[in-house]
């Protein structure tokens, strides 16, 4: 019962870091896009890699409480962002250039994508056999 009660805490730290890292995204999206006028993707590009950073941070450290290397943990994230990053730079240029799909619509579509996929690649992936490993480290 406990495991499932530490899974379930675990998983409402990754849903409220990734919102705020959603924030962090959508307010620097708008910017980009509304303020300096880029193209959509240039500042999706942009406002994903700065949630991401946000993101792996915040829980590395409080999520999964992982005492891994971090390089070796930031490459497996870079290696999922380099699968996710161009496919959905592709269809979020297809869907607001050539569909004429609401950009905001499409950032949030493609942020919740983002979000599940990202946690169950983090979980499994990235921390699956570091999690919780920083508190044995302090010890």
Do not use: C
């Not at 992982?66 to 592709?90: D, R």
């Not at 050539?98 to 949030?108: C, R, S």
């Amino acid at each position: 019962m406990a495991d499932k009660k530490k899974e379930l805490l675990r998983t409402v730290k990754f849903i409220l870091f990734s919102i705020s890292a959603g924030v962090i995204q959508t307010v620097s999206f708008t910017l980009l896009n509304e303020l300096l006028h880029l193209k959509y993707w240039i500042s999706y590009l942009v406002a994903l890699i700065l949630s991401v950073l946000w993101n792996f941070t915040l829980n590395r450290k409080f999520t999964f409480q992982s005492a891994n290397n971090i390089p070796i943990a930031m490459l497996k994230v870079a290696i999922f962002y380099l699968v996710f990053t161009p496919l959905s730079t592709w269809w979020t240029a297809a869907l607001t250039d050539n569909a004429g799909v609401n950009e905001y619509i499409v950032l949030i579509g493609t942020m919740l994508i983002n979000f599940v996929t990202e946690y169950l690649y983090q979980r499994f992936v990235v921390f699956g056999k570091s999690i919780d490993t920083a508190k044995k480290a302090d010890n």
